[in-house]
């Protein structure tokens, strides 16, 4: 048995919030937190000393896309900012990857924004076709919902001047008809279907790999927010072997871009490691790069975004699911698509109540103060991205009417409203995943350049901490067992080099993940 002691503990439990010592049975569980004199002793007590760093419950991110996260840190293209600054740094990074891979094979990469390179502009299939004509090349934007593909990419998917806009979607074309390349929203899924599934030894260690990057931010707990029969195959075979370092959530899509084909209902499946028991729904597209569903025209293109279903076939479809009694959680950013899933799911309940059955809407981007009160009648949760302010907010800037701002990613309105809130990532969105910098976003709100979005908009650090811990575990439907220091849980935790509970908001990146523990195992030492 361990016993911590000799340092801040904040256990996010509101019996005992900061209890003197906690320690941890011989079954990987919380076994006591409270005082020190009345804690566990004897021969069989090692105790630990924090030598005054602070401990807490594990970060739980809330939505993150793992296997993608590891496919960009084991084999994509790196697209980022930070790796590539511009677009000859893009095509040079693609050239490079063309020299060592067969001709015909795929190339893939992620991460620009036309926002912040110096072009200001999106690629093109003929930037892409500088970098190979020989490989077909996708090139995903950092938001996930739009992509570039080079000339040989869409002609292996057949688009041309003549194909047609898939319901949801747009094949953004030039001045003469042509097809630019920039395939949005549903459109990626014409290119997407014909890519070769990558195989399962790749697609476990890039799972892997994500890991335990998510173990060094101290995050032990996740949810993955878009699996196909593939994606749950190769976590099912993780799950067995004793694969998986971080406690998943998977919610499987439900429709796939790029055609009406619905994959079936999951399997359902419950461990210590995984979770399956709910599925993933998109409503709209992305607040950065113009696609989420708004009421008002964005500035520079003119457009209102795109809704992925009409509302009767989104219902439809769900209601399959919350008949077979399963978790729902929809994209939803914009106002008309926030509108949409919000009276879709009043539909559910109306028609079969179930109390027991949490549904959730991922980023909830623009509500309006209706659609929270709606919300909370029907006891939804929340799963917004407050790091999307300081990534993103830029861009934002650039497209996102002024009237919006006000709303844009309202967290404290959420907490008003009595919304569960569980903060996340939605990495790899963005490039700093750590839940200590979104902590920071939430209670600053700003963006790269040091502009605010919505002051009045901001959390507490307590508040912030609570999303990022119980907030995930309620909303992973899994909060009996972990996100908090609770007696009976798991003992998933973090030891911290500062108190992030009393540490200014621009500090809080700082803070250093000193040891992460999973099952009162040690996985990870900074």
Not at 34 to 60: C, E, K, M, S, Y
Not at 76 to 90: E, F, H, K, L, T
Not at 433 to 453: C, H, W
Not at 455 to 468: C, F, K
Request: with cysteine.
């Amino acid at each position: 048995m361990l016993l911590f002691q000799n340092g801040i503990i904040h256990s996010m439990d509101a019996a005992h919030p900061e209890p003197e010592c906690v320690a941890v049975g011989f079954d990987g569980r919380i076994a006591y937190a409270g005082d020190l004199i009345g804690a566990p002793a004897g021969a069989r007590v090692r105790r630990v000393d924090l030598q005054g760093r602070t401990l807490i419950p594990g970060f739980n991110d809330a939505h993150v896309h793992i296997w993608k996260l590891g496919l960009l840190l084991t084999v994509q293209v790196d697209a980022r900012g930070a790796a590539a600054p511009d677009i000859p740094a893009v095509i040079r990074a693609f050239q490079t990857r063309a020299l060592v891979t067969p001709p015909g094979v795929w190339l893939t990469g992620r991460g620009y924004n036309e926002a912040e390179l110096p072009e200001h502009r999106h690629l093109s299939r003929a930037d892409l076709d500088e970098a190979s004509i020989q490989h077909p090349i996708v090139l995903t934007r950092t938001c996930g919902h739009m992509i570039v593909a080079n000339s040989r990419a869409l002609e292996l998917a057949g688009i041309t001047r003549d194909t047609l806009n898939p319901p949801g979607g747009v094949i953004v074309r030039d001045e003469h008809g042509e097809p630019t390349g920039l395939l949005q929203e549903t459109a990626q899924g014409l290119v997407a279907r014909v890519i070769p599934d990558v195989d399962h030894t790749t697609l476990s260690q890039a799972i892997q790999a994500a890991n335990q990057h998510q173990l060094a931010l101290g995050i032990t707990s996740a949810t993955d927010p878009l699996l196909t029969p593939l994606h749950l195959s190769v976590y099912r075979q993780l799950e067995r072997e004793g694969g998986l370092a971080v406690r998943v959530n998977g919610l499987p899509v439900r429709r796939p871009d790029g055609g009406t084909e619905t994959l079936p209902l999951p399997e359902r499946f419950n461990s210590d490691f995984l979770r399956v028991d709910g599925v993933k729904f998109f409503a709209d597209g992305g607040l950065s790069g113009a696609t989420a569903a708004i009421s008002q025209p964005y500035k520079e293109t003119g457009n209102r975004g795109v809704l992925r279903f009409e509302d009767e076939a989104l219902f439809e479809l769900m209601w399959e699911a919350h008949e077979a009694g399963f978790r729902i959680a929809t994209h939803a950013i914009g106002d008309v698509a926030i509108e949409q899933v919000i009276t879709a799911y009043e539909r559910l309940n109306a028609r079969k109540p179930d109390g027991s059955l949490r549904h959730r809407v991922e980023h909830l981007g623009l509500p309006s103060a209706e659609h929270l009160q709606r919300a909370r009648a029907l006891n939804l949760i929340a799963v917004p991205q407050t790091i999307f302010l300081y990534a993103l907010g830029k861009t934002y800037r650039r497209y996102l009417p002024d009237v919006f701002y006000p709303r844009c990613f309202p967290v404290r309105a959420m907490l008003n409203a009595g919304l569960t809130v569980a903060l996340s990532s939605d990495a790899p969105v963005v490039a700093d995943d750590s839940p200590l910098t979104g902590m920071k976003a939430a209670l600053d709100r700003l963006d790269s350049t040091g502009q605010p979005i919505a002051l009045e908009q901001a959390i507490t650090a307590a508040e912030a901490l609570y999303a990022y811990t119980m907030g995930g575990a309620t909303a992973s439907g899994d909060d009996a067992n972990r996100g908090s220091l609770t007696p009976g849980k798991w003992a998933d935790m973090v030891v911290l080099d500062g108190d992030p509970l009393a540490t200014d908001p621009a500090s809080l990146p700082g803070i250093r993940v000193m040891q992460t523990y999973v099952g009162g195992e040690l996985v990870y030492e900074g």
